[in-house]
C-alpha cells in the first residue's frame, strides 16, 4: 500500500489515520502536504464535531521518513511545522489515539492534538538530538506548554524515549488504557465531546491556547448562539441538550 493518510465521517467524528506500514507510518513529503487541505475540508464540513488522528496496524507514527531529510532538511521540516500549526489551529476538539510508536514528526502531530489518549506500551519521544536538527521553536513551545521545560529538555536533549505511564506522568499523555480497550475509550469520549456545546469547546480552545483578542467576539457569539438557554432548559428538564451554535455557521 502507497503511503497515505486516510480518513472517514462517522457519527459527526471524522477520524484520520496515518499509514505507512513498511515504516511505522512514517510520514512522507506528499503525507505532511496532504494533512493541511484535509484538515480545511474537515473543519469546514458541518457534519464534523470532532477529530481523531491515529495510526494504522498497531502504530501511531514513527516520524518523518528519514529519506526525505536527504535532499532537503528545511524544507521537509517546513512541511512539517506546517502541518503541525494546521493540526493545532482546527476549531473544533481533536483527540490523538496512540498505539506503538508516537516519535519525531509524529510526536509533533500528537502535541498538536487537544488530548492524546494511548495504549499501555505506546512509546513517546522527541528525536531531532540523534540527526542533529533543531527542532523548530513553535513547536518546542508546544511541548513545553505540555510537559515543562524540564521534561521537554529530557526528551530533546536525549532523544530518548518515554512509555505511556511516564507520559501520562509529564502531561504528555491524558489518558492510558490497558490493551485492547482504546478504541473503545476513544469512541467513547468522542461521543461526549460531540454531544456537547461546540461554542463552549471552541471559545476553550481559543482561550487555553492563549488568544487574549476575541473576549468580545465569543461574549457576542454567546449572546446570540442560543446553547445557554438551551443547555439550561435541558438540564431542568432532565433531557439531552440539543445545541445548535457551529463552528461552520458563526460569523
Known amino acids: 500500500m502507497e503511503p497515505q493518510l486516510s480518513h472517514d465521517v462517522t457519527d459527526a467524528v471524522a477520524t484520520v489515520v496515518v499509514r505507512n506500514p513498511a515504516k511505522r507510518n512514517a510520514m512522507t513529503a506528499a503525507m505532511w502536504r496532504a494533512l493541511p487541505p484535509l484538515l480545511e475540508r474537515l473543519a469546514a464540513d458541518p457534519g464534523v464535531r470532532a477529530l481523531v488522528l491515529t495510526g494504522a496496524d498497531g502504530t501511531f507514527c514513527a516520524g518523518a521518513d528519514i529519506s526525505t531529510l536527504r535532499g532537503s532538511p528545511q524544507e521537509a521540516q517546513r512541511l512539517a511545522v506546517r502541518a503541525e500549526e494546521a493540526l493545532a489551529a ?41 540527526l542533529g536538527i533543531v527542532y523548530p521553536a513553535s513547536s518546542t513551545r508546544r511541548l513545553v506548554s505540555l510537559v515543562g521545560p524540564a521534561t521537554a529538555k529530557y526528551l530533546l536533549f536525549s532523544g530518548e524515549l518515554i512509555d505511556a505511564e511516564r507520559a501520562l506522568r509529564t502531561g504528555l499523555a491524558d489518558e492510558v488504557l490497558p490493551e485492547g480497550e482504546l478504541d473503545e475509550r476513544v469512541a467513547q469520549f468522542a461521543r461526549i465531546l460531540v454531544s456537547r456545546s461546540q461554542l463552549t469547546q471552541a471559545a476553550a480552545k481559543e482561550f487555553a491556547d492563549g488568544r487574549t483578542d476575541r473576549d468580545a467576539h465569543w461574549a457576542k457569539q454567546a449572546g446570540v448562539a442560543g446553547d445557554t438557554e438551551e443547555g439550561v432548559a435541558a438540564f431542568l428538564e432532565r433531557r439531552a441538550p440539543r445545541f445548535t451554535w457551529s463552528v461552520t455557521g458563526a460569523g
Open 90 to 130: 482546527f476549531p473544533k476538539p481533536t483527540l490523538a489515539a496512540v498505539r506503538g510508536h508516537c516519535v519525531g514528526g509524529g510526536a509533533q502531530l500528537a502535541a498538536a492534538c487537544d488530548l492524546r489518549f494511548a495504549e499501555a506500551g505506546a512509546l513517546f519521544g522527541v528525536t531531532p538530538a540523534k
